[in-house]
């Protein structure tokens, strides 16, 4: 199900919202899924101090006030539908930044099957449902896409079966869409360490990281994904890994 938040949408800046061909600064319009918390609330909040405008696409609405549309991402027609609806509130998009994450931890035989397939649908499925409704858009426009992997989806640990099969997924659908769409759409993959977000909340206490975890600021994280909205066109920032100088992930 997808229904636009009842709050007006906030007004655009109009230099930050002209087609991507012809901007030099600002990220513009910029969709963001998960953009209620965590990595995509920051990213919005920074779309926001840069100049731009984010909507953001979740299952709940941003405390921010930013343009929303409700959606659950494993549903992908109704992501793709929540596109549409987004892109409709801010006439037009000039980017997307897939933050939508969820996860699931355990042996693979002990986790549940529909929570297992819901993570690769969310994370996976869902990523390529939205990207898959914008790019008619960001084509038309020379746009930009950056996806979310992680460094679990380069490197594979136990009891993260389900995860690191989305974000596996998510690192090689990224590659073959920019050898896609080249010269089209600037593409970005993102691949972060873990961050201090409420990720981790609903996960067994084992799975947790613990109080001297060595984790990144989303913010920062957040800064990253700008920097690589805004290049300037025949600039592109393909691959980003940002983590935690002392992340445990990663290599």
């Given at each position: 199900?997808?229904?636009?938040?009842?709050?007006?949408?906030?007004?655009?800046?109009?230099?930050?919202?002209?087609?991507?061909?012809?901007?030099?600064?600002?990220?513009?319009?910029?969709?963001?899924?998960?953009?209620?918390?965590?990595?995509?609330?920051?990213?919005?909040?920074?779309?926001?101090?840069?100049?731009?405008?984010?909507?953001?696409?979740?299952?709940?609405?941003?405390?921010?006030?930013?343009?929303?549309?409700?959606?659950?991402?494993?549903?992908?027609?109704?992501?793709?539908?929540?596109?549409?609806?987004?892109?409709?509130?801010?006439?037009?998009?000039?980017?997307?930044?897939?933050?939508a994450g969820i996860d699931r931890c355990g042996?693979?035989?002990?986790?549940?099957?529909?929570?297992?397939?819901?993570?690769?649908a969310v994370n996976l499925l869902g990523t390529?449902?939205?990207?898959?409704?914008?790019?008619?858009?960001?084509?038309?426009?020379?746009?930009?896409?950056?996806?979310?992997?992680?460094?679990?989806?380069?490197?594979?640990?136990?009891?993260?079966?389900?995860?690191?099969?989305?974000?596996?997924?998510?690192?090689?659908?990224?590659?073959?869409?920019?050898?896609?769409?080249?010269?089209?759409?600037?593409?970005?993959?993102?691949?972060?360490?873990?961050?201090?977000?409420?990720?981790?909340?609903?996960?067994?206490?084992?799975?947790?990281?613990?109080?001297?975890?060595?984790?990144?600021?989303?913010?920062?994280?957040?800064?990253?994904?700008?920097?690589?909205?805004?290049?300037?066109?025949?600039?592109?920032?393909?691959?980003?890994?940002?983590?935690?100088?002392?992340?445990?992930?990663?290599?």
């Amino acid at each position: 199900m997808t229904s636009a938040a009842a709050s007006p949408v906030p007004a655009a800046d109009p230099a930050a919202t002209t087609a991507a061909g012809d901007r030099r600064d600002g990220p513009g319009r910029v969709l963001v899924t998960g953009g209620s918390s965590g990595l995509g609330a920051a990213v919005a909040e920074a779309v926001v101090a840069a100049g731009g405008t984010p909507v953001v696409l979740d299952l709940k609405a941003p405390d921010a006030g930013h343009a929303f549309v409700e959606v659950d991402l494993a549903d992908t027609r109704a992501a793709e539908a929540a596109v549409a609806q987004a892109s409709a509130q801010l006439g037009g998009l000039d980017a997307v930044v897939t933050a939508a994450g969820i996860d699931r931890c355990g042996r693979l035989v002990d986790v549940d099957a529909a929570e297992w397939e819901r993570v690769v649908a969310v994370n996976l499925l869902g990523t390529a449902a939205v990207v898959r409704a914008a790019l008619p858009e960001l084509e038309s426009r020379r746009g930009r896409v950056v996806t979310v992997s992680s460094t679990l989806g380069v490197k594979a640990v136990s009891d993260a079966t389900a995860y690191c099969a989305s974000k596996f997924g998510v690192v090689g659908f990224t590659r073959a869409l920019a050898a896609e769409t080249a010269g089209s759409v600037g593409v970005t993959l993102l691949i972060p360490g873990g961050m201090w977000t409420h990720f981790f909340d609903d996960r067994p206490d084992q799975y947790k990281p613990g109080a001297d975890a060595k984790l990144n600021d989303p913010a920062q994280t957040a800064d990253a994904v700008l920097y690589a909205l805004t290049r300037p066109p025949g600039s592109e920032v393909r691959e980003l890994v940002v983590t935690s100088s002392e992340e445990g992930s990663y290599p």
